[in-house]
């Protein structure tokens, strides 16, 4: 989502940008919306994501097209790059989050420090997350630096709210939302406790996943299968988020998720779980309310207290549109165009 973005803003900049997905994916709707927008895609479709043939495969895209910038995201794309050596003036890494499971296996260290090292600049995507990877490889400290994830705050502006009778939700139920693909660390079964302790919430979950159908099960054993709405992946996120009263992150560990600056953008209240990059977002009591991690009952009374205290909702939905004015999409082009050289 984040480069279905960029990768048309660097155009209209000048920079002719190029996207490369690694994996196979049978939902084809943003590769279809960048290739309107005129945004070249090198679809490898690989079916394994540890399959060693996609080294080869991306030395030989990067060596026929001559990049000056090859911009890698996510792992085990970090590995493939680093170990594909690609034909470029200059390698750049984006970490996006404050936590993995190779920090807590020492033996991994000498080998991170090997791959982030092939990178010539590794950009953090917030102050929690540039900590932390400096905490892991110190000695790559002078190679990071902080920029933020953005986004278009136009789009989210003035956008009407989704008609709530579309999803069977009366008229005065109070409606709480989260944006997050379903796996293990964004904790959607926190959130499914909480509003088990809140009678007449509804939820809107917008994302897909592979723990999508345990959730879904989940929640049907907890008799709230009229109450909890699984959208999947879904193009009018902003208008979602319009039919919200509030707008729930609920993980383990995070980087700075840009749902949560969308949701700001669209100036609705943000309930966030107390974790490294959520704490950083989510200026508690100004911009959001901050929850303890997995703690439902926590979250569902956070949850109430906006929902019944007007002064304190009218006070967090202003704070969470002057935060999003630090997401700007156009800050972090500018940002990434200086660091690219170009």
Same mark, same amino acid.
């Given at each position: 989502m984040l480069l279905s973005l960029l990768a048309p803003a660097m155009k209209r900049r000048g920079v002719d940008a190029e996207i490369a997905t690694i994996f196979k994916y049978d939902n084809k709707t943003l590769h279809d919306r960048l290739i309107s927008q005129d945004v070249k895609?090198?679809?490898?479709?690989?079916?394994?994501?540890?399959?060693?043939?996609?080294?080869?495969?991306?030395?030989?895209?990067?060596?026929?097209?001559?990049?000056?910038?090859?911009?890698?995201?996510l792992f085990p794309t970090l590995y493939w790059v680093a170990l594909a050596r690609p034909k470029a003036k200059k390698l750049i890494f984006t970490e996006h989050g404050t936590f993995n499971r190779r920090m807590n296996k020492f033996i991994f260290k000498p080998i991170e420090r090997y791959i982030y090292g092939?990178?010539?600049?590794?950009?953090?995507?917030?102050?929690?997350?540039?900590?932390a990877l400096c905490a892991w490889l110190p000695s790559l400290c002078p190679r990071m630096q902080m920029i933020y994830n953005g986004i278009d705050l136009n789009s989210f502006a003035n956008v009407q709210a989704a008609d709530r009778k579309s999803f069977n939700i009366p008229s005065t139920a109070a409606v709480a939302g989260m944006v997050a693909r379903f796996y293990s660390p964004k904790d959607h079964k926190t959130?499914?406790?909480?509003? #088990?302790? /809140?009678?007449? *919430?509804?939820?809107?979950?917008?994302?897909?996943?592979? $723990?999508?159908?345990?959730?879904?099960?989940? +929640?049907?054993?907890?008799?709230?299968?009229?109450?909890?709405?699984?959208?999947?992946?879904?193009?009018?996120? #902003?208008? /979602?988020?319009? *039919?919200?009263?509030?707008?729930?992150?609920?993980?383990? $560990?995070?980087?700075?998720?840009?749902?949560? +600056?969308?949701?700001?953008?669209?100036?609705?209240?943000?309930?966030a779980s107390d974790v490294n990059g959520l704490n950083e977002i989510v200026q508690d009591k100004k911009s959001g309310l901050l929850f303890k991690c997995a703690d439902a009952g926590d979250l569902a009374e956070k949850i109430k207290s906006?929902?019944?205290?007007t002064a304190l909702k009218t006070k967090l939905r202003a704070g969470a549109l002057t935060r999003a004015l630090d997401f700007s999409l156009d800050t972090t082009v500018n940002k990434l165009i200086a660091l690219y050289g170009i």
């Open positions: 895609i090198h679809s490898l479709d690989f079916e394994r994501r540890y399959d060693a043939r996609i080294i080869p495969a991306i030395r030989k895209l990067t060596h026929e097209n001559s990049y000056d910038v090859v911009h890698a995201n092939r990178y010539d600049s590794i950009v953090c995507v917030g102050n929690n997350v540039h900590k959130v499914i406790d909480a509003a #088990a302790l /809140l009678p007449g *919430l509804h939820v809107l979950f917008v994302g897909d996943g592979e $723990n999508r159908q345990a959730m879904q099960e989940y +929640a049907a054993r907890a008799g709230l299968d009229k109450r909890i709405h699984f959208l999947g992946y879904r193009n009018d996120i #902003a208008s /979602l988020l319009k *039919l919200c009263d509030v707008c729930i992150q609920s993980s383990y $560990n995070e980087g700075i998720p840009l749902s949560v +600056a969308e949701a700001m953008a669209c100036g609705i209240p943000v309930i906006v929902l019944r205290d």
